[in-house]
């Protein structure tokens, strides 16, 4: 049976309906409808408004473009057993990249179908891409996010646009692991986790492979107040590890370095600690040694993982919450930093015209890492200053230097501008053309056992 097609430009022009995609149609044959449309790659339409009932993952190629009418929803449906990504690109079970693919218009409803049965290992967004280049998704919509998968998770990617989201509900909005030259822009987010999260380390169950993101923006964006909430507007993970040894203790989530590639413990998150006596070697997949599940992440070796050269411009954060982390992780879940690895510095941070609207306290940036710069310009504070705390693990947190141009400050009284936790931290403050907003303001710095040294316009700081 032929299909109408036409040409526009070099990619081939279909409409989903053509292939049984329906209002009508049951979510079985809805999944393997749009299937059949978008191997045909080019560009499928789905014009038709109408809630499409959809009951299985569609994988997506390179080359093709989804194009969602308005008023058009994909609300996954339970017919065939529950399953996680509603879109998944192809080669991201063969970790073969994809190319030139384009999302638009995605009204997706949840329905309740919020589960992690991985068909790669870490990757759990409702739209997921892993092993992607030249990616765009346009016009997202999700208002009822669980608490279990992400909205949209991509990882391993260079050149990435995604824009124009709200995003509603329980668990991070935009989760992006290893990858670089990005944008996400455009976002209305109500979430009570993450909003976006930029986790270059993560739990083993958080992202499929581990590495830096960096050359970013993240920009005109919405972080809505809820009456629950965790997490942040921007959670920034950082992490490093070792060299595979005899007798290194591991627990769940650690990785390590060995026979040319990445292996990393799979086990429960319940703080039990393994002593590793058997390197592990394999190739593919897992394997159990001396106890411990150790599972091959990635052929290509790095010792670190972190974010650099990422600019957050546009921000307006209404809910009552830190706004910005930049930490590892040390729990039972995953320990981002492993003892005696090389120390991951982020580097070159910038963070342009954020709006503190609410009056809670809370720390505008909570930095938990070492940090070259951080660059903060024309943005508006109430009391919402940066603290610095500790890793057990770390030994040096390195030097951060902060540059503060043009902002204003909201607060009456005394306001904590710095905060720091950190034995032996040393800190370099530049503040200038910034205006405060009350006669009675002063800004403090509290240097714990550390250092900070301090260039200032602002009130109780200048000399």
């Known amino acids: 049976m032929q299909h109408p097609e036409c040409m526009e430009g070099s990619r081939y022009l279909s409409d989903a309906a053509d292939f049984g995609f329906s209002p009508e149609a049951s979510g079985i044959e809805n999944a393997k409808a749009l299937q059949h449309a978008v191997d045909q790659g080019g560009t499928i339409r789905v014009s038709r ?13 390179s080359n093709t473009s989804m194009v969602f009418g308005n008023s058009v929803f994909l609300k996954k449906v339970n017919e065939a057993g529950s399953f996680t990504h509603v879109l998944l690109n192809k080669g991201a079970l063969t970790k073969t990249y994809d190319q030139d693919i384009t999302i638009d218009g995605l009204n997706l409803i949840v329905n309740g179908i919020d589960v992690i049965d991985f068909e790669v290992y870490g990757l759990r967004g409702q739209i997921a891409f892993f092993y992607i280049k030249d990616l765009r998704i346009d016009r997202f919509r999700c208002m009822d996010l669980g608490k279990s998968q992400f909205a949209i998770h991509i990882c391993t990617f260079e050149d990435i646009i995604v824009n124009d989201l709200i995003i509603k509900g329980d668990k991070d909005g935009v989760h992006l692991g290893r990858g670089k030259r990005f944008t996400i822009c455009n976002g209305v987010f109500q979430t009570f986790d993450d909003a976006v999260a930029l986790n270059a380390h993560d739990y083993s169950t958080g992202n499929p492979e581990l590495g830096w993101i960096e050359d970013g923006v993240v920009e005109k964006c919405y972080d809505l107040t809820a009456e629950k909430t965790t997490g942040y507007f921007c959670r920034i993970l950082a992490g490093g590890w070792i060299d595979w ?5 591991v627990q769940q989530s ?6 040319g590639r990445i292996y990393r413990v799979f086990a429960n998150s319940d703080g039990t600690i393994y002593k590793s006596i058997t390197q592990p070697t394999h190739e593919t997949g897992s394997r159990i040694l001396d106890g411990i599940n150790w599972v091959v992440v990635q052929n290509d070796v790095t010792y670190t993982a972190g974010v650099r050269n990422v600019t957050f411009r546009d921000i307006f954060l209404e809910k009552p919450r830190i706004g910005f982390s930049v930490h590892f992780d040390n729990d039972r879940f995953s320990r981002s930093y492993y003892p005696g690895a090389i120390i991951p510095a982020q580097e070159q941070l910038t963070f342009d015209n954020i709006r503190v609207l609410h009056n809670q306290p809370s720390a505008f940036l909570s930095v938990g890492t070492p940090v070259d710069i951080l660059t903060i310009t024309h943005s508006s504070f109430k009391d919402s200053g940066i603290e610095f705390h500790g ?13 503060l ?6 607060k009456e009284g005394s306001m904590n501008l710095i905060t720091n936790s950190v034995e032996n931290k040393e800190i370099l403050l530049k503040t200038s053309s910034n205006i405060e907003l009350h006669d009675n303001f002063t800004a403090m710095v509290i240097p714990g ?3 900070i040294t301090v260039e200032s316009d602002l009130s109780g700081l200048k000399k």
């Open 49 to 61: 408004p109408g809630t499409y009932k959809i009951a299985g993952t569609v994988y997506v190629g």
């Open 245 to 249: 040894r005899s007798g290194m203790e």
């Open 254 to 259: 650690d990785s390590v370095v060995s026979n």
């Open 391 to 403: 890793n057990k693990a770390m030994p040096d947190y390195l030097k951060t230097r902060i540059n």
């Open 405 to 410: 141009l043009g902002c204003v400050f909201n």
């Open 449 to 451: 056992n550390g250092k």
